[in-house]
């Protein structure tokens, strides 16, 4: 019955367009009514417990550093190596799109804010040149989901923090799936283009084309040492984090020339008000997880998903069915902290590797930021383009469905993640 009540206080709250935050709160309470536990003082200590964790803090460096890139000129000049690479076929700016939707995710590690940088300087160019504006900004938000995957992610920090699991392993496990979700996205874009009719091509001189990889070289730099210093054991994804946000700084500021300090000033007020907000719903979920273990919801789920312990490969199926619909409703965030802490006891007893299943977790709940009602991107999108969700939908759909045909890829065949987990580490 606390299932129940849980479950239904949660969707409840959340088709009332309350903020995910206070949702999260307003279930412990519901949660702590139900019980019959009074004290009311369990959320603000639970919540402070929850954000009191060391793992957590790469999470204000990444986002800072995500911050600088965005505003500091880096965006712009990843984004004219991407068309250098690829931009002489046809269709050349949606091939471009993608490959900087790659980069841009070892840069920023957040799908919403690289759905705001790709919107800002690419989808102008895409309409532009003739793409209808559903398919520009479908191409756009497929992209964004690289961003929880490709390392430095938060989301993978937060799983780390949350599961205590390694950081560097996560990171590392999150490389080469992202690299195949983005050949699978060129894939489907070869045949959009025919099925279109998109005949743009980008071509450079010699002279434009040096001054790109000069311009260029810094800001790819920045994820070749951020993961070659984590792996080769460096620094550690915090200390990353930070070396992440010094560097931007200095390339930003000295070379580029481009951020000032009362820019530098604003980028900080932003990347504080963006950290204040993940940071205020990894508390309300600690606080509604206390509850949630008091009432006994993670024996009860167990109990619903146990049967399946025997044969693994239909436990992960069932548990990705159960995710992708939560996906739709709920962002990754709390998703991976209410969500999390319930099915790894049941994968660990069906000898499931964690950094495999971390994986899965984290890409199917990432798929939920461009599904409707509720996917983040989307709104993210359509605000930008000025276009409606079910067009924008439509249009995003065949790059969804290879993006879920990659996640059951990849649940079908671990190798595909474990064996590259092993050359890495």
Same mark, same amino acid.
């Given at each position: 019955?606390?299932?129940?009540?849980?479950?239904?206080?949660?969707?409840?709250?959340?088709?009332?367009?309350?903020?995910?935050?206070?949702?999260?709160?307003?279930?412990?309470?519901?949660?702590?009514?139900?019980?019959?536990?009074?004290?009311?003082?369990?959320?603000?200590?639970?919540?402070?417990?929850?954000?009191?964790?060391?793992?957590?803090?790469?999470?204000?460096?990444?986002?800072?550093?995500?911050?600088?890139?965005?505003?500091?000129?880096?965006?712009?000049?990843?984004?004219? %190596?991407?068309? &250098?690479?690829? *931009?002489?076929?046809? =269709? @050349?700016?949606?091939?471009? +799109?993608?490959?900087? !939707?790659?980069?841009?995710?070892?840069?920023?590690?957040?799908?919403?804010?690289?759905?705001?940088?790709?919107?800002?300087?690419?989808?102008?160019?895409?309409?532009?040149?003739?793409?209808?504006?559903?398919?520009?900004?479908?191409?756009?938000?497929?992209?964004?989901?690289?961003?929880?995957?490709?390392?430095?992610?938060?989301?993978?920090?937060?799983?780390?923090?949350?599961?205590?699991?390694?950081?560097?392993?996560?990171?590392?496990?999150?490389?080469?799936?992202?690299?195949?979700?983005?050949?699978?996205?060129?894939?489907?874009?070869?045949?959009?283009?025919?099925?279109?009719?998109?005949?743009?091509?980008?071509?450079?001189?010699?002279?434009?084309?040096?001054?790109?990889?000069?311009?260029?070289?810094?800001?790819?730099? %920045?994820?070749? &040492?951020?993961? *070659?210093?984590?792996? =080769? @054991?460096?620094?550690?994804? +915090?200390?990353?984090? !930070?070396?992440?946000?010094?560097?931007?700084?200095?390339?930003?500021?000295?070379?580029?020339?481009?951020?000032?300090?009362?820019?530098?000033?604003?980028?900080?007020?932003?990347?504080?008000?963006?950290?204040?907000?993940?940071?205020?719903?990894?508390?309300?979920?600690?606080?509604?997880?206390?509850?949630?273990?008091?009432?006994?919801?993670?024996?009860?789920?167990?109990?619903?998903?146990?049967?399946?312990?025997?044969?693994?490969?239909?436990?992960?199926?069932?548990?990705?069915?159960?995710?992708?619909?939560?996906?739709?409703?709920?962002?990754?965030?709390?998703?991976?902290?209410?969500?999390?802490?319930?099915?790894?006891?049941?994968?660990?007893?069906?000898?499931?590797?964690?950094?495999?299943?971390?994986?899965?977790?984290? %890409?199917?709940?990432?798929?939920?930021?461009?599904?409707?009602?509720?996917?983040?991107?989307?709104?993210?999108?359509?605000?930008?383009?000025?276009?409606?969700?079910?067009?924008?939908?439509?249009?995003?759909?065949?790059?969804?469905?290879?993006?879920?045909?990659?996640?059951?890829?990849?649940?079908?065949?671990?190798?595909?993640?474990?064996?590259?987990?092993?050359?890495?580490?």
């Amino acid at each position: 019955m606390e299932l129940l009540v849980f479950l239904g206080s949660l969707f409840f709250f959340l088709f009332l367009n309350i903020p995910i935050a206070l949702v999260m709160v307003l279930s412990a309470i519901v949660l702590m009514v139900y019980s019959g536990d009074g004290d009311f003082m369990i959320i603000p200590q639970a919540m402070v417990d929850g954000v009191n964790n060391y793992p957590l803090m790469a999470i204000p460096f990444f986002v800072f550093a995500g911050e600088i890139m965005a505003r500091g000129g880096l965006s712009k000049r990843v984004i004219l %190596l991407a068309q &250098l690479m690829i *931009g002489r076929v046809k =269709g @050349g700016l949606g091939y471009a +799109t993608i490959i900087a !939707a790659v980069i841009f995710a070892g840069l920023m590690g957040s799908s919403v804010g690289e759905a705001a940088a790709l919107m800002g300087i690419l989808y102008p160019m895409m309409k532009d040149a003739g793409y209808d504006k559903g398919r520009a900004g479908g191409i756009i938000s497929a992209g964004a989901i690289l961003g929880p995957i490709i390392p430095p992610s938060a989301n993978f920090i937060l799983l780390g923090a949350t599961m205590e699991l390694s950081i560097t392993k996560l990171f590392m496990i999150g490389l080469v799936p992202g690299l195949i979700i983005g050949f699978f996205l060129l894939l489907m874009w070869f045949f959009i283009v025919r099925i279109d009719g998109y005949t743009e091509t980008i071509v450079f001189t010699r002279e434009q084309a040096i001054n790109i990889l000069k311009e260029a070289t810094p800001a790819f730099m %920045l994820p070749v &040492l951020l993961l *070659g210093g984590i792996r =080769g @054991g460096v620094f550690t994804p +915090t200390e990353g984090g !930070a070396f992440a946000a010094v560097y931007a700084i200095a390339v930003t500021t000295m070379y580029y020339r481009e951020l000032s300090l009362r820019d530098l000033l604003r980028v900080s007020a932003t990347a504080a008000r963006s950290t204040a907000v993940v940071m205020l719903i990894v508390g309300a979920a600690t606080a509604v997880g206390w509850f949630i273990t008091a009432a006994q919801i993670p024996d009860q789920m167990k109990a619903f998903f146990e049967p399946l312990v025997p044969t693994p490969t239909l436990l992960l199926i069932a548990i990705m069915i159960f995710l992708f619909a939560a996906g739709c409703v709920m962002d990754l965030t709390p998703n991976i902290l209410l969500f999390a802490p319930v099915f790894y006891p049941l994968t660990n007893a069906a000898g499931i590797d964690p950094y495999f299943f971390g994986l899965l977790f984290v %890409l199917n709940v990432g798929i939920g930021v461009i599904t409707p009602p509720v996917g983040t991107v989307l709104f993210v999108v359509c605000g930008s383009a000025g276009i409606s969700m079910g067009h924008l939908v439509r249009k995003l759909a065949p790059f969804l469905l290879m993006e879920i045909a990659v996640l059951f890829l990849l649940l079908l065949f671990p190798k595909l993640s474990l064996v590259p987990l092993k050359w890495l580490m």
